[in-house]
């Protein structure tokens, strides 16, 4: 196979001439393609086959211990200018990049086959898709990309139609952490990532391609490629919305978007429409639509299990790619809290041991079609995507943020966004638990300048009237012990249902210096074992932490300089003022 878009064709033709592989493989995304190469995995050793008859058609793939995470720290954005990067990228001059790149690039793939990967991020017949096309060398980067994104003749099909594509080179390299680079070259609209096989530096669709070009092109389009999961939530009476909601890395976007109601909410329906991505275009009404770019879920293992998410426990039960989890005897995958079972083995392939540390990394994911989610909403696949009530920003909190509050309006909502903190998790190589601004959940993951991002946010103020609400959430609460005070969970959705009522105008609120807070009575938890003193914690605003939290704010802000828009100083200041 090869292309009739001349193009692609060339720049095929010129990666070959550079890499040197063995063979060329263009991808059509079949099952038997699928199925091949899983063969061919087994035999390498690059996948394990693991237990038929409890797990049929699940492998696991064991990444190099050095590449495990996302590597922040050997991420770049090579705008021609270092102002449009921002002083939340790492910068690179384009030709000195490229100059580097190349340099690792050549002659990398002797001895191996190059899959060229066409893919669509969005329902291939929706207006708001995008494709591109990914060259790797790795075969596990192909099975996951058929799982993650609409992969193969459809996609290239559009390409062909329409000319255009993100061009992302990929190739393992030979893993070594000194020789790791994911670039982006925004203007160019390509990517080039060097030196790792893992997930968000390697399946180039998902965060290179769908937030760091995506939210670039977002720019300059009048849209917003977001770190969103969508979810609807269905009222016993039948009443439907679609929220979306950004929180960082491993902390809780999956989970949310696949949320099971709570015993005593009989009636209540919850769907997927997407867990990690979600692209937002204004229709001509006003309203602010949502698709999600990707069609696969590439979630975190470890803390799943019956309790705390039934779907995904059911779904990871069949056709899964597993990275990085533990093993039993009887060659299940095993993880910290699966509840079921005991590790024999560790992520990477030792007996287990406690003093060794986790049987699963805690960074272990899955890689499933979204198809296969019990809670799958066949929306996901409407071209034309769904119209959002609320947006919900949060992050993982031991203490000033509360459980939940609404934001003013969408200004003082954009302060609250670009506010977020959060404490690091293993989802990034690098120290865990520090807690560190993310604004919008996409410190890591916007591909400009945040000053710019978020005059491009506020500027949607002006465009329309019937903006979503803002809020943000916490259900990462601790009590002096280290203890969680919000079950949350299923339990979440009860605080779904005050900001659905808040979009209604149903439910109560009290106004403050921060926003909207519920009073505790505002918030339902019948059937619930929570005291009364419990739900005042949760929902407490202590004004000295927050004078301290918006100074902060403040300086985080500032530092941002000149392309700041003074808007979102005001509305800081505002709110400092208020707080007394
Ligand atoms: P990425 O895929 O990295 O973007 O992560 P994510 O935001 O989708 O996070 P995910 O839902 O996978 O959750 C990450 C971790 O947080 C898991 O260990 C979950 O068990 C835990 N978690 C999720 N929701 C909650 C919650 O409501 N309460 C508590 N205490 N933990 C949660
Ligand atoms: C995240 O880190 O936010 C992820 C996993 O969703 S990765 O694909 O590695 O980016
Ligand atoms: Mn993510």
Same mark, same amino acid.
């Given at each position: 196979?090869?292309?009739?878009?001349?193009?692609?064709?060339?720049?095929?033709?010129?990666?070959?001439?550079?890499?040197?592989?063995?063979?060329?493989?263009?991808?059509?995304?079949?099952?038997a393609?699928?199925?091949?190469?899983?063969?061919?995995?087994?035999?390498?050793?690059?996948?394990?086959?693991?237990?038929?008859?409890?797990?049929?058609?699940?492998?696991?793939h064991?990444?190099?211990?050095?590449?495990?995470?996302?590597?922040?720290?050997?991420?770049?954005?090579?705008?021609?200018?270092?102002?449009?990067?921002?002083?939340?990228?790492?910068?690179?001059?384009?030709?000195?990049?490229?100059?580097?790149?190349?340099?690792?690039?050549?002659?990398?793939?002797?001895?191996?086959?190059?899959?060229?990967?066409?893919?669509?991020?969005?329902?291939?017949?929706?207006?708001y898709?995008?494709?591109?096309?990914?060259?790797t060398?790795?075969?596990?980067?192909?099975?996951?990309?058929?799982?993650?994104?609409?992969?193969?003749?459809a996609?290239?099909?559009?390409?062909?139609?329409?000319?255009?594509?993100?061009?992302?080179?990929?190739?393992?390299?030979?893993?070594?952490p000194?020789?790791?680079?994911?670039?982006?070259?925004?203007?160019?609209?390509?990517?080039?990532?060097?030196?790792?096989?893992?997930?968000?530096?390697?399946?180039?669709?998902?965060?290179?391609?769908?937030?760091?070009?995506?939210?670039?092109q977002?720019h300059?389009?009048?849209?917003?490629?977001?770190?969103?999961?969508?979810?609807?939530?269905?009222?016993?009476?039948?009443?439907?919305?679609?929220?979306?909601?950004?929180?960082?890395?491993?902390?809780?976007?999956?989970?949310?978007?696949?949320?099971?109601p709570?015993?005593?909410?009989?009636?209540?329906?919850?769907?997927?429409?997407?867990?990690?991505?979600?692209?937002?275009?204004?229709?001509?009404?006003?309203?602010?639509?949502?698709?999600?770019?990707?069609?696969?879920?590439?979630?975190?293992?470890?803390?799943?299990?019956?309790?705390?998410?039934?779907?995904?426990?059911?779904?990871?039960?069949?056709?899964?790619?597993?990275?990085?989890?533990?093993?039993?005897?009887?060659?299940?995958?095993?993880?910290?809290?699966?509840?079921?079972?005991?590790?024999?083995?560790?992520?990477?392939?030792?007996?287990?041991a406690?003093?060794?540390?986790?049987?699963?990394?805690?960074?272990?994911?899955?890689t499933?079609?979204?198809?296969?989610?019990p809670?799958?909403?066949?929306?996901?696949?409407?071209?034309?995507?769904?119209?959002?009530?609320?947006?919900?920003?949060?992050?993982?909190?031991?203490?000033?943020?509360?459980?939940?509050?609404?934001?003013?309006? =969408?200004?003082?909502?954009?302060?609250? +966004?670009?506010?977020? *903190?959060? $404490? !690091?998790?293993?989802a990034?190589?690098?120290?865990? /638990?520090?807690?560190?601004?993310d604004?919008?959940?996409?410190?890591?993951?916007?591909?400009?300048?945040?000053?710019?991002?978020?005059?491009?946010?506020?500027?949607?103020?002006?465009?329309?009237?019937?903006?979503?609400?803002?809020?943000?959430?916490?259900?990462?609460?601790?009590?002096?012990?280290?203890?969680?005070?919000?079950?949350?969970?299923?339990?979440?959705?009860?605080?779904?249902? =005050?900001?659905i009522?808040?979009?209604? +105008?149903?439910?109560? *609120?009290? $106004? !403050?210096?921060?926003?909207?807070?519920?009073?505790? /009575?505002?918030?339902?938890?019948?059937?619930?074992?929570?005291?009364?003193?419990?739900?005042?914690?949760?929902?407490?605003?202590?004004?000295?932490?927050?004078?301290?939290?918006?100074?902060?704010?403040?300086?985080?802000?500032?530092?941002?300089?000149?392309?700041?828009?003074?808007?979102?100083?005001?509305?800081?200041?505002?709110?400092?003022?208020?707080?007394?």
């Amino acid at each position: 196979m090869t292309t009739k878009n001349a193009p692609l064709q060339q720049w095929t033709d010129e990666v070959a001439a550079l890499t040197k592989p063995d063979k060329i493989h263009w991808c059509d995304g079949s099952e038997a393609e699928y199925n091949q190469l899983v063969e061919q995995m087994l035999v390498t050793g690059d996948l394990l086959k693991l237990r038929a008859a409890t797990y049929p058609h699940c492998y696991l793939h064991r990444s190099d211990p050095s590449d495990v995470a996302r590597v922040e720290h050997l991420t770049y954005v090579c705008s021609e200018n270092e102002e449009d990067a921002g002083p939340n990228n790492n910068w690179m001059d384009p030709s000195e990049a490229h100059q580097k790149i190349n340099k690792l690039f050549d002659g990398c793939m002797q001895g191996r086959t190059m899959y060229v990967v066409p893919y669509c991020m969005g329902p291939i017949k929706s207006p708001y898709a995008r494709c591109g096309v990914e060259i790797t060398d790795s075969a596990y980067v192909v099975i996951n990309m058929r799982l993650m994104t609409r992969m193969g003749q459809a996609a290239l099909d559009r390409i062909e139609r329409e000319g255009q594509f993100v061009r992302g080179l990929h190739s393992i390299g030979d893993l070594d952490p000194e020789r790791r680079f994911i670039m982006h070259f925004p203007e160019e609209l390509s990517i080039q990532s060097f030196g790792s096989g893992y997930g968000g530096n390697a399946l180039l669709g998902k965060k290179c391609h769908a937030l760091r070009i995506a939210s670039w092109q977002g720019h300059r389009e009048g849209w917003l490629a977001e770190h969103m999961l969508i979810v609807e939530v269905e009222s016993p009476e039948g009443e439907k919305h679609y929220l979306a909601a950004a929180f960082p890395s491993a902390c809780g976007k999956t989970n949310l978007a696949m949320l099971i109601p709570p015993k005593s909410y009989k009636g209540w329906k919850v769907r997927t429409l997407g867990d990690d991505i979600a692209w937002l275009h204004l229709d001509a009404t006003g309203r602010l639509r949502a698709i999600n770019p990707e069609s696969g879920y590439f979630g975190v293992v470890p803390g799943t299990n019956e309790k705390t998410n039934r779907n995904a426990y059911e779904m990871i039960r069949h056709d899964t790619i597993f990275t990085n989890v533990g093993v039993t005897s009887d060659n299940e995958p095993w993880w910290e809290d699966k509840q079921d079972g005991e590790p024999a083995t560790d992520w990477q392939g030792r007996p287990y041991a406690a003093a060794n540390g986790p049987a699963a990394h805690p960074n272990s994911r899955f890689t499933v079609s979204a198809a296969q989610n019990p809670g799958y909403s066949p929306l996901a696949d409407d071209p034309g995507g769904v119209p959002i009530s609320a947006i919900i920003f949060g992050g993982r909190r031991r203490e000033v943020a509360p459980l939940v509050y609404q934001s003013k309006d =969408w200004k003082h909502g954009v302060l609250v +966004g670009a506010g977020v *903190a959060s $404490e !690091t998790t293993a989802a990034a190589a690098g120290q865990i /638990g520090v807690t560190r601004r993310d604004p919008m959940a996409m410190k890591p993951f916007c591909g400009y300048n945040f000053a710019d991002y978020w005059s491009h946010w506020l500027s949607f103020a002006e465009k329309s009237e019937s903006l979503p609400k803002i809020f943000h959430v916490n259900w990462f609460r601790q009590d002096s012990d280290g203890n969680f005070l919000w079950p949350g969970f299923g339990d979440n959705l009860r605080v779904l249902r =005050w900001i659905i009522d808040r979009c209604e +105008g149903r439910s109560g *609120a009290t $106004e !403050t210096a921060i926003g909207y807070l519920p009073s505790p /009575g505002d918030i339902d938890i019948s059937g619930l074992d929570l005291e009364p003193s419990t739900m005042e914690a949760l929902l407490n605003l202590d004004k000295e932490q927050w004078r301290q939290e918006m100074q902060e704010i403040g300086k985080y802000l500032e530092a941002y300089g000149s392309r700041l828009p003074q808007e979102l100083l005001e509305q800081q200041r505002a709110v400092l003022k208020d707080l007394g």
